[in-house]
């Protein structure tokens, strides 16, 4: 597998924000978000050849429960992340694969261990476009859909995703750079939206 890094921190985004984990960062994406805070990522010419042998020996060594594996977007390397999935399984690891919502996620393994959090790009992204509705169609209660809102364009985007779409897995809306997070609390509070509002806990702490 082409990896940017491995290293353990705490999960700072989404319903699983403050637990310990360790994080797989895979190399190479099909996206160029505007937003992006992950740009070295992007690169899969920048990734390192690793065995998922040798990421699970990685892995085992930090004594943690919980595994993201992230990217970049780890679809791109779907084959060895089924691979790397089904080790960390065997392992009794729970599981958690980022990917920005672009390419089929039907296929990942499914498994009580294994969550999807998957990215609803908006126009603030400029990748908005190359977003696959079917998509929303595989997600379930045991992942979680996230948008990240810039401004007040992005969040009625957002609204209009949720309202023609049924959703079964849990919805988190968060913010970035553009605007404070109490600004898009009062917009959900005035439209009484069904989500989870939550900050990006790694930015205010300034780590990984």
Request: proline fraction near 3%.
């Amino acid at each position: 597998m082409l990896v940017n890094e491995i290293f353990y921190s705490i999960q700072g985004e989404g319903v699983w924000v403050g637990i310990p984990m360790v994080f797989v960062r895979l190399a190479g994406c099909n996206l160029s978000c505007s937003w992006c805070d992950t740009p070295d990522a992007r690169d899969r010419y920048k990734g390192v050849e690793i065995s998922e042998g040798d990421i699970l020996k990685k892995v085992d060594g930090y004594g943690c429960d919980w595994v993201c594996i992230t990217g970049g977007e780890p679809l791109e390397q779907a084959g060895e992340v089924d691979e790397l999935i089904k080790r960390l399984i065997e392992g009794g690891y729970e599981i958690i694969v980022e990917t920005n919502g672009s390419l089929e996620i039907n296929k990942i393994i499914r498994d009580v261990r294994v969550h999807i959090s998957m990215d609803w790009k908006l126009p603030g992204s400029k990748m908005d476009s190359r977003m696959l509705k079917e998509n929303l169609n595989h997600l379930s209660a045991n992942d979680q859909l996230k948008f990240v809102v810039k401004d007040k364009e992005d969040y009625k985007h957002a609204k209009n995703v949720l309202e023609r779409n049924p959703i079964n897995s849990q919805v988190i809306f968060q913010p970035v750079g553009g605007i404070e997070i109490k600004d898009l609390i009062e917009w959900v509070r005035e439209d009484k939206l069904k989500v989870r509002l939550l900050p990006q806990l790694h930015k205010i702490l300034n780590i990984k």
